[in-house]
């Protein structure tokens, strides 16, 4: 397995950043015959933008929305490949630098043995440094 990923900030002002994502994965696997996805070989390559704004301020207390779209191209080994994609929007609130409650929607479009499937999520997350 190898993956190569290089993420630039390309807009960076104090209520709005930019960032592009271009990325190349691979991997290999022995068995098939599991219970999960494993596929004999398989390559993607992805370009992913994530747009993070910044509503509210007031000193450590921060309130913002962040959207990312990604696309890419995925290949598995005896299987058709084609084009896969995601795009998610959510949004945040850092009462400190500690913690940081985190909702959003998002969707995906991916291939798994030359089938396409897609998905659609709705989050609920809490991140807490200790």
Same mark, same amino acid.
């Given at each position: 397995?190898?993956?190569?990923?290089?993420?630039?900030?390309?807009?960076?002002?104090?209520?709005?950043?930019?960032?592009?994502?271009?990325?190349?994965?691979?991997?290999?696997?022995?068995?098939?015959?599991?219970?999960? $996805?494993? %596929?004999?070989? /398989?390559?993607?390559?992805?370009?992913?933008?994530?747009?993070? @704004?910044? !509503? #509210?301020?007031?000193?450590?207390?921060?309130?913002?929305?962040?959207?990312?779209?990604?696309?890419?191209?995925?290949?598995?080994?005896?299987?058709?490949?084609?084009?896969?994609?995601?795009?998610?929007?959510?949004?945040? $609130?850092? %009462?400190?630098? /500690?913690?940081?409650?985190?909702?959003?929607?998002?969707?995906? @479009?991916? !291939? #798994?043995?030359?089938?396409?499937?897609?998905?659609?999520?709705?989050?609920?997350?809490?991140?807490?440094?200790?």
């Amino acid at each position: 397995m190898g993956m190569l990923t290089y993420s630039q900030k390309v807009i960076s002002q104090p209520r709005f950043n930019l960032t592009v994502t271009p990325s190349l994965y691979t991997s290999t696997n022995t068995r098939q015959d599991v219970t999960y $996805y494993s %596929p004999l070989q /398989d390559f993607s390559a992805n370009f992913a933008i994530r747009a993070e @704004h910044i !509503i #509210y301020r007031r000193y450590e207390k921060v309130f913002g929305g962040r959207l990312r779209a990604g696309v890419g191209v995925y290949q598995e080994a005896n299987y058709a490949g084609g084009i896969i994609g995601d795009v998610s929007y959510e949004q945040f $609130y850092r %009462p400190n630098d /500690d913690h940081e409650l985190t909702y959003g929607v998002g969707g995906n @479009h991916r !291939i #798994y043995d030359g089938v396409p499937e897609n998905t659609f999520i709705v989050y609920l997350r809490l991140n807490s440094r200790f």
